[in-house]
């Protein structure tokens, strides 16, 4: 007994001696990058341009810092440094040489890619990402139109708010206003795909004076890893649509019988002023189908009204009609390169979303009028839909993956067009069948 109490005793200070702590590292002497922008420097490499927050300048004064948000004063708590050098790499190498901390860039968590980076190329920034390990794959990339390292140094968000949370805002999910966002990981996924080109969120700034905070300003366009072109707003609503992506947006269709005071489809679809029916779009799903050339000739018909719920029905016989009248203008056959007839891709989109507002001269609420609307914000957002195809289509670009829609139902034909997929998107015509359901349209005291 007394010799298992003896080497109880041993294991117990053994224990003790092992416990401790070694390889630390205190706050206060590390840098952690939240925001990056990449641009080119004008000797032909690449400058870095990073927001490292002060923990001095974060902290309140009754914690020891300098006490950032005083009243009436508009505060910075980052640091702002950049570095050149030869590739992104070797340019955040010397940006780690010129701070007198230990850089950590695994907590970048958004990376703004200026315009003439992106024009040369992504493929140096994704190297950087998934081999160098340096900054994690989750990382949200953005583009700038012009250089990005100036609008980060513009930034200065409202109510003290740190860079990376102002981001976030941005690509908040089933929020209105904000946009869908990819990370690094998602182009690495796409370019890896067949028959899809990659696309990313635009930034710009917004706001005057002492508050400027970052907002969405469209889509950018890439042809592999290479920027070829914009989206502006309201074509990147419709891009997102046709992949079902799209995030929370107001759309304001003329009153049943009465002319629009504003013109229609302008801006990102929100109208102040005249009369209108506000309507927030909340609900998207997109389906590619690949059919036979002699399918074209037959009409689309209306979709299937799947996420419609309570009134949607009422107006789901209008919004049918809409799309299936507009289903024919796409002939979808085309001629492939070899000589052969090529299959065609129907799309078909369903919407849904509810009244916000019926500023309308008659006031009245009827299935007749909901149907109405329901037609007029169908083929509003088929416009959308169909010149952000037009426009890719001219770029020779494909960010819904009508190929990879093509490679995934009908491999065969896939193998024999691959070499010449972007030819085949670009003659391409596909059918589109949009779907639009009105909810909410009646005022109620119960609970949603």
């Not at 695994?106 to 980076?117: K, M, P, R, T």
Request: charged share 20%.
């Amino acid at each position: 007994m007394r010799a298992r109490l003896g080497a109880g005793f041993v294991l117990v200070l053994s224990a003790l001696a092992l416990t401790g702590c070694w390889g630390y590292s205190e706050v206060n002497d590390l840098a952690f990058v939240t925001v990056a922008a990449l641009d080119r420097a004008p000797s032909g490499g690449y400058r870095w341009t990073v927001a490292v927050p002060v923990p001095e300048l974060v902290l309140p004064a009754s914690l020891g810092g300098a006490g950032a948000g005083a009243a009436g004063a508009a505060t910075r708590t980052n640091l702002f440094r950049s570095a050149v050098g030869p590739g992104p790499q070797a340019a955040a190498q010397a940006l780690d040489d010129r701070i007198p901390r230990e850089v950590r860039w695994s907590f970048a968590d958004h990376i703004l890619v200026g315009e003439a980076a992106a024009r040369s190329g992504l493929r140096p920034l994704l190297e950087m990402i998934s081999r160098g390990y340096r900054v994690e794959r989750r990382a949200s990339l953005y583009v700038v139109r012009g250089e990005a390292g100036a609008m980060l140094l513009q930034l200065r968000p409202s109510l003290d708010r740190a860079v990376t949370r102002s981001f976030d805002a941005v690509t908040r999910k089933n929020r209105p206003g904000t946009i869908r966002g990819v990370d690094g990981n998602t182009v690495l996924r796409w370019l890896d795909t067949p028959g899809t080109d990659p696309f990313l969120p635009v930034v710009t700034t917004a706001g005057e004076g002492s508050s400027v905070s970052p907002a969405p300003a469209g889509i950018a366009l890439f042809r592999g890893d290479r920027l070829v072109g914009f989206l502006p707003p309201p074509l990147h609503h419709g891009l997102l649509m046709a992949r079902g992506e799209a995030h929370p947006f107001t759309l304001v269709v003329p009153c049943p019988g009465e002319t629009a005071t504003a013109p229609g489809g302008g801006g990102s679809g929100d109208r102040t002023g005249g009369t209108g029916v506000s309507l927030q779009v909340d609900q998207d799903e997109a389906r590619v189908r690949v059919i036979g050339p002699t399918a074209a000739a037959n009409g689309a018909g209306g979709a299937g009204a799947s996420g419609a719920g309570g009134v949607a029905g009422s107006a789901a016989a209008g919004s049918g009609a809409a799309g299936s009248a507009a289903a024919g203008s796409g002939a979808n056959g085309i001629e492939a390169l070899s000589g052969a007839t090529m299959p065609g891709v129907r799309l078909e989109v369903d919407l849904a979303g509810v009244v916000l507002e019926w500023q309308c001269r008659d006031p009245q609420v009827d299935r007749r009028r909901i149907q109405a609307v329901a037609q007029a914000a169908a083929r509003q957002t088929r416009g959308w839909i169909e010149a952000a195809l037009a426009r890719a289509a001219a770029l020779g670009v494909d960010p819904v993956g009508l190929g990879a829609a093509l490679h995934r139902q009908d491999p065969a034909t896939w193998r024999t067009i691959r070499s010449q997929w972007r030819t085949w998107v670009r003659d391409l015509r596909p059918e589109l069948t949009v779907t639009f359901h009105v909810r909410g349209q009646q005022l109620t005291v119960s609970a949603p």
